[in-house]
């Protein structure tokens, strides 16, 4: 059964970056699976964020991060990563990475967190001067 964990979040100084880290078990390996990084500030709603195709296939990003968050794979250590660069204080949030599961676990399901079935528990990432 696929578990996952993030980690690398932190406070942050507007402009600055971040690598977050999400893990999968040992049992299950990442290669395959689709996995979406998604965001929840105090008071808003979840957001998808990115997420990339199994076989580090297609990526995604929403308008919000493009240009800015950078996903990506690194199957010897059975990760996926997000790169946030140039920080903002409403990138504050809760940072989850999640998956799909069943027929459809290869693809990115989009950004809509309905389509993802697997969560972490969530690493903070705060931005403020």
């Known amino acids: 059964q696929l578990q996952l964990v993030e980690s690398g979040g932190g406070l942050v100084q507007p402009g600055g970056s971040l690598r977050l880290s999400c893990a999968g078990s040992?049992?299950?390996?990442?290669?395959?699976?689709?996995v979406g990084w998604f965001r929840q500030a105090p008071g808003k709603e979840r957001e998808g964020v990115s997420c990339?195709?199994?076989?580090?296939?297609?990526?995604y990003y929403a308008d919000s991060v493009k240009g800015r968050f950078t996903i990506s794979r690194d199957n010897t250590k059975n990760t996926v990563s997000l790169q946030i660069d140039s920080l903002k204080t409403e990138d504050t949030a809760v940072y989850y990475c999640?998956?799909?599961?069943?027929?459809?676990?290869?693809?990115?399901?989009?950004?809509?967190?309905?389509?993802?079935?697997?969560w972490g528990q969530g690493t903070q990432v705060t931005v403020s001067s």
């Open positions: 999640a998956a799909p599961s069943g027929s459809t676990y290869f693809y990115c399901p989009g950004l809509s967190s309905d389509g993802f079935n697997y």
């Open positions: 990339i195709g199994g076989s580090n296939g297609r990526t």
């Open positions: 040992r049992g299950t390996s990442l290669d395959y699976y689709a």
